[in-house]
C-alpha cells in the first residue's frame, strides 16, 4: 500500500487545519464509491503549495481496490520545447497539445495519453475519450513517427498522478481534494 510519507519529498504535502475555499467537506466525507473512472478532483487549499497538485484538476482514467487510482492533471499545459533532444521524426508530435500528468515516470517512457478514438491498447474514461497508458501511447508514437498515423484526436501527458486505493480515499476524508459526485459527461479537449 502506497502512503503519503512514500511518496518523494517534493510531491508530500501537509494537510492543514484552515478551511477550503472551494467548500468543506464537513459531513459528506467520501466514500469509495465516489472515486470512479470519469470522475474529477480538484485540489482544495489544504494541499497548499503541494507542488504539483497545487490547484490541479485531476481526471480519474483508472480506478480499483487492487490498483488504487491513476490520473491526468489536466489544467498543466507544457510547452514541447521542455523536450531538449526530440530527433525530427518526432515533429509531428508537436502539433498535438502537451500537459504536466502528474509525477509518476517509468524511466525511459514519459508519455501517456488521452484520445478521441479508441486505439489498440486504449482505456474508456467516458464516452468519447480514452487513456493510452505508456504502452499503448508509445504504440501510437511509433506510428505517428512513420507517418501511419497524425496527432488529430490526441491529448498528450508527461507522466501521470497514482494513489493507493485508501491513499486516496485517506486524502479525500483530510480534505485535501474535491471530488465530483458522478463522471463528467464531457471533457474541453485543449486547443494545439
Known amino acids: 500500500m502506497e502512503t503519503q510519507q512514500d511518496a518523494p519529498q517534493a510531491i508530500q504535502f501537509h494537510i492543514s487545519d484552515k478551511g477550503s475555499s ?6 459528506d466525507l467520501p466514500n469509495h464509491s465516489d472515486v470512479v473512472t470519469g470522475s ?11 507542488v504539483p497538485f497545487d490547484s490541479a484538476k ?10 488504487g487510482f491513476h490520473g491526468l492533471i489536466i489544467n498543466k ?3 514541447w520545447g521542455i523536450f531538449k533532444n ?5 515533429e509531428p508530435i508537436k502539433y498535438a497539445p502537451l500537459f504536466y500528468g502528474g509525477p509518476v515516470v517509468v524511466q525511459g517512457y514519459h508519455l501517456v495519453s488521452l484520445s478521441r478514438v479508441a486505439w489498440e ?11 493510452g497508458n505508456i504502452i499503448a501511447t508509445s504504440r501510437v508514437v511509433t506510428r505517428i513517427k512513420s507517418g501511419e498515423q497524425s496527432v488529430d484526436d490526441l491529448w498528450f501527458f508527461l ?6 486505493y485508501n491513499q486516496l480515499l485517506d486524502e479525500l476524508s483530510g480534505g485535501a481534494w474535491l471530488v465530483s459526485r458522478k463522471p463528467i459527461e464531457h471533457l474541453d479537449w485543449p486547443e494545439t
Open 22 to 27: 472551494s467548500g468543506s467537506v464537513g459531513s
Open 40 to 50: 474529477i478532483l480538484t485540489a482544495t487549499d489544504k494541499l497548499g503549495t503541494a
Open 58 to 67: 485531476v481526471l480519474i482514467v483508472s480506478s480499483d481496490s487492487h490498483g
Open 77 to 79: 499545459r507544457l510547452s
Open 86 to 90: 526530440l530527433d525530427s521524426s518526432m
Open 121 to 131: 491498447g486504449y482505456m474508456q474514461v467516458i464516452p468519447g475519450v480514452y487513456y
Open 159 to 164: 507522466g501521470y498522478s497514482g494513489w493507493g
